[in-house]
Nanobody, 122 residues
Framework: QVHLVESGGDSVQSGGSLRLSCAAT????????MAWFRQAPGKEREGVAW???????TVAHSVKGRFTISRDNGKNTLYLQMDSLKPEDTAMYYC????????????????WGQGTQVTVSS
């Protein structure tokens, strides 16, 4: 059974940094298609950062230059480094993963974590 467990969320002041972690069990992070999403109260869930099976990464325009997605295959963990945080980054952050069959990305995220809360005050 696949479990994705996020951690690292906290309350910080504007300009601060946080590193979110997503520890996977029953799932191999290596060569997987994974992503970070966030959802603020009253808003739709939005994608923040993506990593593809070949290691290529993408971040949303709103966080470009501030957020970095990475993974540690040895720890079987996905990360989101968040720097220069702004109040508008306040949201619940979720880790998500596609079925890891080694055939590329695009099937959709079927595994989700429970989320970790990030609150940024001005």
């Amino acid at each position: 059974q696949v479990h994705l467990v996020e951690s690292g969320g906290d309350s910080v002041q504007s300009g601060g940094s946080l590193r979110l972690s997503c520890a996977a069990t029953g799932y191999t992070v290596r060569n997987a298609c994974m992503a970070w999403f966030r959802q603020a109260p009253g808003k739709e869930r939005e994608g923040v950062a993506w990593v593809e099976n070949d290691g290529g990464t993408t971040v949303a325009h709103s966080v470009k230059g501030r957020f970095t997605i990475s993974r540690d295959n040895g720890k079987n963990t996905l990360y989101l480094q968040m720097d220069s945080l702004k109040p508008e980054d306040t949201a619940m952050y979720y880790c998500a993963a596609e079925r890891n069959h080694g055939l590329g990305c695009g099937e959709g995220y079927i595994y989700w974590g429970q989320g970790t809360q990030v609150t940024v005050s001005s």
